[in-house]
């Protein structure tokens, strides 16, 4: 058995930047982290446009009260404002931490660090290091982990949380290289798992983004109610990014559309004037997504050879001139060329939406306790970054306030850790118990013989999640897609793996975040099922107005084998009354 002080599920931004807080706080408690890649692989590692803080570098008139206002407006007033207020008030302090750290940032011709304008944000605030803000800062803090002495386990998959009561005690994992399996045992684990967009059949994020974290989660059983899982939050809340390149779904970041490109229809409109007639192509994505759609929907969508009635819009950077393009944007030109032969500087590339965010996930206060349900706390269990919900995007995330939740929870989860295991003991676990399950498992899944492929019924998973959980939704079609959950789920006990070996076996575990894909899958439907109103990304078509009456409340979803019990927990509000919610 492995013994930690602390133990970190996830290497991308918001693990990596509480391991070094903790150690900053405390230098001899005794940190390790585990990712799945390694850690400078991480999802976060991807991230282009940049992160948010209003540091008044290009827009004095900034404020962390105007970026607060924004962030509440963006997330159709879901979000918890005390969260959004520590968030945004301490937004400028992290990033000159960032910066100390060695963050190299773009820069205006003064020195300062530079700021772009992004969709839903009323100031240009958001600071970038070009189009490759994630790499820029993932490989500081990373390189800093080693400097700090935090424990790294790269490729080892972390299978299940050891939960017993209220505590969390530990967690199992597979060595992805040697088949080993190994029980951890410490004080305070603390999941930052990051995201599911591969959920979806058509996504921006990496083949690791499975929701691991979330599913795990969810599958842990609480004390609070017999066979009553730990809920999680929100799940409905599906983040579509207008702006995924046609027909691979890989990100063009929102920074084009910050640094002026259009969005144009067959007939060479920009659309946007009927949907968003003050902030255009920067409307907050949920509002852009859907104007794409409709357009799609009203026959004004492009096709190859360039007639009405396709599935993509154009975003056009023509007139932007190559200088500009190449030093403000050069990675999404150069994904446009590489993946579908696009020449951006003369040619409009051809984008819809694309599953990107996940503003839900594992329920959190503010200082990342996870909750037990909603008035109760769990202990030794913490959780921060994209799997965790504290709620500071609530139904609609603004682009650049991801990576910035990482890094400002992140560094308070890491010095709420750091103060939380001053005085616990190591729990107590029964290796032998854990070990023989794992174990068990494993050897189940390398020896069933069944003759479904993974990767088939996977893409009928997320095939069924993106037909019946897209951009719009109805009960009818919500309710198909749920029975049809029901019979893939059937299918996972009829899957066979071709490689038999415990060594370095992607297909072990593909199929092992194959049930965590079809976990999440069905809580996010099952939420949204449940939700009749539209709000943020939630837009259902037969419920098509917000209702604060009833649902100006927080989802929160309890898996078990025999279903997702649904309930509801209040919002912070505190500063803002909601308002319609125009642009
Ligand atoms: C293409 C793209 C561009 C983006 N651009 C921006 C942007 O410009 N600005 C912005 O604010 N946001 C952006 N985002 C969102 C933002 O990047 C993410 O929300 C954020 O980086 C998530 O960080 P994280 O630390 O929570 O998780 P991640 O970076 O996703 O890391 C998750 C970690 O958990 C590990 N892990 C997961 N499951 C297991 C397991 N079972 N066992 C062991 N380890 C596991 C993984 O190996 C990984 O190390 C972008 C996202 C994408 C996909």
């Given at each position: 058995?492995?013994?930690?002080?602390?133990?970190?599920?996830?290497?991308?931004?918001?693990?990596?930047?509480?391991?070094?807080?903790?150690?900053?706080?405390?230098?001899?408690?005794?940190?390790?982290?585990?990712?799945?890649?390694?850690?400078?692989?991480?999802?976060s590692v991807a991230a282009q446009g940049g992160i948010a803080a209003s540091l008044k570098n290009v827009d004095p008139d900034d404020g962390w009260k105007a970026h607060a206002f924004d962030t509440v407006k963006g997330s159709d007033y879901l979000a918890d404002q005390d969260a959004?207020?520590?968030?945004?008030?301490?937004?400028?302090?992290?990033?000159?931490?960032?910066?100390?750290?060695?963050?190299?940032?773009?820069?205006?011709?003064?020195?300062?660090?530079?700021?772009?304008?992004?969709?839903?944000?009323?100031?240009?605030?958001?600071?970038?290091?070009?189009?490759?803000?994630?790499?820029?800062?993932?490989?500081?803090?990373?390189?800093?982990?080693?400097?700090?002495?935090?424990?790294?386990?790269?490729?080892?998959?972390?299978?299940?949380?050891?939960?017993?009561?209220?505590?969390?005690?530990?967690?199992?994992?597979?060595?992805?290289?040697?088949?080993?399996?190994?029980?951890?045992?410490?004080?305070?684990?603390?999941?930052?798992?990051?995201?599911?967009?591969?959920?979806?059949?058509?996504?921006?994020?990496?083949?690791?983004?499975?929701?691991?974290?979330?599913?795990?989660?969810?599958?842990?059983?609480?004390?609070?109610?017999p066979n009553a899982s730990l809920p999680l939050e929100d799940m409905e809340f599906v983040q579509f990014h207008p702006t995924g390149l046609y027909p691979v779904g890989v990100l063009i970041s929102e920074a084009v559309r910050g640094e002026g490109a259009y969005l144009r229809n067959?007939?060479?409109?920009?659309?946007?004037?009927?949907?968003?007639?003050?902030?255009?192509?920067?409307?907050?994505?949920?509002?852009?997504?859907?104007?794409?759609?409709?357009?799609?929907?009203?026959?004004?969508?492009?096709?190859?050879?360039?007639?009405?009635?396709?599935?993509?819009?154009?975003?056009?950077?023509?007139?932007?001139?190559?200088?500009k393009i190449m030093s403000r944007v050069p990675f999404c030109w150069e994904e446009a060329h590489r993946l579908v032969g696009v020449d951006a500087v003369t040619q409009p590339m051809p984008v819809r939406p694309t599953a990107h965010y996940c503003m839900g996930g594992i329920p959190?206060?503010?200082?990342?306790?996870?909750?037990?349900?909603?008035?109760?706390?769990?202990?030794?269990?913490?959780?921060?970054?994209?799997?965790?919900?504290?709620?500071?995007?609530?139904?609609?995330?603004?682009?650049?306030?991801?990576?910035?939740?990482?890094?400002?929870?992140?560094?308070?989860?890491?010095?709420?850790?750091?103060?939380?295991?001053?005085?616990?003991?190591?729990?107590?676990?029964?290796?032998?118990?854990?070990?023989?399950?794992?174990?068990?498992?494993?050897?189940?899944?390398?020896?069933?013989?069944?003759?479904?492929?993974?990767?088939?019924?996977?893409?009928?998973?997320?095939?069924?999640?993106?037909?019946?959980?897209?951009?719009?939704?109805?009960?009818?079609?919500?309710?198909?897609?749920?029975?049809?959950?029901?019979?893939?789920?059937?299918?996972?006990?009829?899957?066979?793996?071709?490689?038999?070996?415990?060594?370095?076996?992607?297909?072990?575990?593909?199929?092992?975040?194959?049930?965590?894909?079809?976990?999440?899958?069905?809580?996010?439907?099952?939420?949204?099922?449940?939700?009749?109103?539209?709000?943020?990304?939630?837009?259902?078509?037969?419920?098509?107005?917000?209702?604060?009456?009833?649902?100006?409340?927080?989802?929160?979803?309890?898996?078990?084998?025999?279903?997702?019990?649904?309930?509801?927990?209040?919002?912070?509000?505190?500063?803002?009354?909601?308002?319609?919610?125009?642009?």
């Amino acid at each position: 058995m492995f013994k930690h002080d602390v133990f970190i599920v996830g290497g991308g931004l918001a693990g990596c930047r509480a391991a070094l807080e903790i150690k900053k706080q405390n230098p001899a408690l005794d940190v390790a982290l585990v990712a799945k890649t390694h850690p400078i692989r991480s999802h976060s590692v991807a991230a282009q446009g940049g992160i948010a803080a209003s540091l008044k570098n290009v827009d004095p008139d900034d404020g962390w009260k105007a970026h607060a206002f924004d962030t509440v407006k963006g997330s159709d007033y879901l979000a918890d404002q005390d969260a959004v207020e520590y968030l945004t008030k301490e937004a400028p302090e992290v990033i000159i931490e960032l910066e100390h750290l060695g963050v190299l940032f773009s820069r205006l011709e003064d020195g300062r660090i530079a700021q772009r304008a992004f969709g839903g944000h009323s100031h240009k605030r958001t600071c970038y290091a070009a189009d490759k803000t994630g790499h820029a800062i993932l490989h500081e803090l990373v390189n800093n982990l080693r400097r700090f002495g935090v424990t790294i386990y790269e490729e080892w998959y972390v299978m299940e949380l050891i939960f017993e009561g209220k505590e969390a005690k530990g967690v199992v994992m597979f060595n992805i290289g040697d088949g080993r399996l190994e029980i951890v045992s410490a004080k305070a684990i603390m999941f930052a798992t990051g995201g599911y967009g591969r959920v979806f059949n058509t996504t921006s994020n990496d083949y690791a983004s499975t929701g691991d974290g979330l599913a795990m989660s969810a599958l842990t059983k609480g004390a609070a109610t017999p066979n009553a899982s730990l809920p999680l939050e929100d799940m409905e809340f599906v983040q579509f990014h207008p702006t995924g390149l046609y027909p691979v779904g890989v990100l063009i970041s929102e920074a084009v559309r910050g640094e002026g490109a259009y969005l144009r229809n067959s007939e060479g409109e920009r659309f946007m004037a009927r949907y968003a007639p003050n902030q255009m192509e920067l409307a907050p994505r949920d509002i852009t997504s859907r104007a794409i759609v409709m357009e799609i929907r009203a026959g004004r969508g492009i096709n190859p050879d360039g007639s009405s009635g396709g599935i993509y819009v154009h975003l056009d950077l023509t007139h932007m001139g190559k200088e500009k393009i190449m030093s403000r944007v050069p990675f999404c030109w150069e994904e446009a060329h590489r993946l579908v032969g696009v020449d951006a500087v003369t040619q409009p590339m051809p984008v819809r939406p694309t599953a990107h965010y996940c503003m839900g996930g594992i329920p959190v206060n503010t200082d990342g306790r996870v909750r037990l349900n909603g008035e109760e706390l769990t202990e030794g269990f913490f959780a921060a970054g994209e799997c965790a919900c504290v709620s500071v995007h609530g139904a609609n995330r603004l682009g650049s306030n991801s990576l910035l939740e990482c890094v400002v929870y992140g560094r308070r989860v890491g010095r709420a850790i750091a103060s939380y295991v001053s005085n616990r003991n190591l729990p107590d676990i029964d290796e032998k118990k854990y070990l023989a399950k794992a174990e068990k498992r494993i050897k189940d899944l390398l020896n069933q013989k069944g003759n479904i492929r993974i990767n088939s019924l996977r893409q009928e998973f997320q095939d069924c999640m993106t037909e019946h959980c897209g951009v719009f939704r109805t009960e009818e079609v919500m309710g198909e897609g749920l029975s049809r959950i029901q019979n893939l789920k059937a299918k996972y006990s009829q899957i066979y793996l071709d490689d038999k070996s415990r060594y370095w076996n992607q297909e072990l575990i593909e199929a092992l975040e194959l049930q965590n894909i079809m976990i999440v899958g069905e809580i996010i439907l099952t939420s949204a099922f449940h939700r009749q109103e539209s709000r943020g990304a939630h837009s259902r078509e037969d419920f098509p107005g917000r209702n604060d009456q009833q649902y100006l409340q927080h989802t929160l979803a309890y898996y078990s084998s025999r279903g997702v019990k649904i309930d509801y927990m209040p919002v912070v509000i505190n500063m803002f009354e909601p308002k319609e919610r125009k642009y």
